[in-house]
């Protein structure tokens, strides 16, 4: 009997901690809402992880919506940060990170102490004292933030702006975004011609440069410090601006917006004028070679130089930092034959040839190979091709009778101005449309009857394919320089034997069944399956289906 009264109160005691342990849990908020996983303004507040393990969830804060609540409070970007000679600082209600428990106040006081003030005019408002879940919410996405690219159009528009003006009252406003640090005169400043993307000084992180005496701030501090504020003082004097709240930049809409701006801009002037920053129209790419052992008649070993259109590479890419990602350099300088510290040791041959970069010349065209327009070709023929010495000539300029001679020696410390007259006439001298043969010469229609069976012969439309891939380059100067040798495009199926009007047929290497000694060489049905079928797939082409056979290239043999 006596163990009743016990059970009774042990029963009390469970309900009261479950009550006890939700309403800890709510603290009078109800279910948290998560923000949207696409929002491109929510930012992860998780400083306190850097004191240790975290006590409750970090808090998904949505940027632009207290943004525009500001705003219609008539309010601005000061209400939340603080000001360090004369520019705002990104950490929230402090110039610099104290200890955890004051890290904890500042956002605890300032956050809900403007809910509470929000909430006492009658306002609505945000989570308030207690509602701690509201905001330490485990089930909050942390958005998402496209990188905000700076392409050349829009470094167009920013130079052409007339709105922009010059701090130093010069003709052209490069120095309202582009400066070094000066020591002597402890500022910033604008140096004329030596102007470079933001990001070759700005990195990822905070850096202390202990030559200059100074913290470098983030790409990120200064893109908002100087991007941003400018925008909003723009905005203030009814100026055309650019975006101000994050989705402007890292949401989906605002790129868009940006793009078509881009493109009415680019339509207005035509052909988008080169920078002004004393590029090269050519150069030629040479590896370093020490002249005095060249002098006293050593052999140098070294690649043929590469005659490079610096001007046709600018209007094919986005930003000089496609090629020119640490400074604009010259590639040797850092990338030499051993390799240097400031490259990380990654040699010339490389940085030219490596396939897993996008920045080195074999990388950026392997991607540009990938369209599909491109891709039907060197995505299946590429698979099996065997390295070959004409492609190399492409770019590594051979002797030619009556052009200037390309000596490695010579072209060692050689300025760039001077290797523009010697790099231009090999350029001119190039051919830039693919080439095919007479019409005549291609066959309309092959028959491939060697492997029917159990259907008719297949029927390919032989003509129609090599004109559409001729068309598919039509315009293309990369596609056309690459494919000018009589028969490279045939090249694509053909992919292992000499480029000729008569090429031999597939059966002629593939007739042999499959053997595990030479994996590279498939047996002739998987060898026409593999190209036609892989070709079709890497081209996007919604017919034939692969696996429609009898409704695509076999039809039912006649019984």
């Not at 050349?152 to 010059?166: G, M, P, Q, T, Y």
């Amino acid at each position: 009997m006596k163990a009743r009264p016990l059970l009774r109160w042990a029963g009390i005691l469970c309900v009261f901690a479950a009550v006890s342990v939700y309403c800890i849990e709510a603290r009078g908020s109800g279910e948290p809402k998560a923000p949207a996983a696409e929002q491109a303004d929510i930012i992860l507040i998780d400083d306190m992880s850097a004191y240790g393990k975290l006590e409750l969830p970090p808090v998904a804060f949505a940027h632009d919506k207290h943004t525009d609540a500001l705003k219609k409070a008539g309010k601005d970007c000061t209400a939340c940060h603080k000001q360090e000679n004369g520019k705002l600082v990104l950490k929230f209600m402090r110039v610099a990170d104290g200890d955890a428990q004051a890290m904890k106040t500042v956002y605890h006081d300032n956050c809900i102490g403007c809910h509470a003030q929000t909430a006492a005019k009658g306002q609505k408002t945000g989570p308030q004292d207690g509602q701690c879940r509201s905001c330490h919410n485990p089930k909050a996405a942390a958005g998402k933030q496209l990188d905000m690219g700076f392409t050349n159009v829009l470094h167009f528009r920013h130079a052409e702006s007339k709105d922009i003006a010059s701090p130093t009252g010069d003709k052209d406003n490069c120095g309202r975004c582009h400066h070094e640090y000066d020591k002597a005169a402890k500022k910033t400043v604008w140096a004329k011609g030596k102007e470079g993307t933001c990001r070759y000084c700005h990195l990822d992180k905070p850096v202390k440069d202990a030559a200059l005496g100074v913290e470098v701030k983030s790409f990120r501090q200064a893109a908002h410090n100087d991007c941003v504020t400018c925008h909003q003082t723009m905005e203030l004097k009814k100026q055309a601006s650019g975006p101000v709240l994050c989705k402007g930049c890292h949401g989906a809409e605002g790129q868009k917006a940006i793009r078509a701006n881009d493109k009415k801009a680019l339509e207005k002037v035509g052909e988008l004028p080169r920078m002004k920053r004393g590029q090269p129209d050519a150069a030629v790419i040479a590896v370093n070679v020490d002249k005095a052992q060249a002098a006293s008649g050593a052999k140098v070993y070294a690649m043929r130089p590469v005659p490079f259109d610096h001007k046709a590479h600018e209007q094919a890419n986005d930003t000089c930092r496609s090629c020119h990602h640490k400074s604009l350099d010259s590639c040797t300088k850092c990338h030499t034959v051993q390799g240097t510290k400031e490259s990380d040791f990654v040699t010339l041959e490389t940085a030219m040839h490596g396939m897993a970069s996008s920045r080195s010349c074999l990388g950026c065209h392997q991607t540009k190979q990938a369209d599909p327009k491109c891709a039907g070709c060197h995505t299946s023929a590429d698979k099996t091709r065997k390295a070959s010495t004409e492609s190399c000539r492409k770019c590594h300029a051979e002797p030619v009778q009556g052009l200037p001679a390309l000596d490695p020696a010579a072209l060692s410390g050689m300025k760039i101005a001077d290797e523009k007259p010697l790099a231009e006439p090999y350029l001119t001298g190039r051919k830039m449309e693919a080439q095919i043969y007479a019409l005549d010469d291609i066959p309309d229609k092959v028959t491939i009857k060697v492997l029917a069976d159990e259907y008719e012969p297949s029927e390919l439309p032989h003509r129609k394919i090599v004109m559409t891939l001729l068309k598919n380059m039509k315009d293309d100067k990369l596609a056309g320089y690459f494919h000018s040798d009589m028969g490279a495009v045939c090249q694509g199926c053909h992919h292992n034997s000499p480029a000729s009007k008569t090429p031999p047929s597939c059966a002629s290497c593939h007739a042999k069944p499959f053997s595990p000694n030479e994996p590279g060489r498939p047996g002739l049905k998987a060898a026409y399956h593999d190209q036609c079928m892989g070709c079709h797939k890497a081209m996007k082409l919604e017919k034939p289906v692969a696996t429609d056979c009898t409704n695509g290239c076999h039809k039912p043999r006649k019984k």
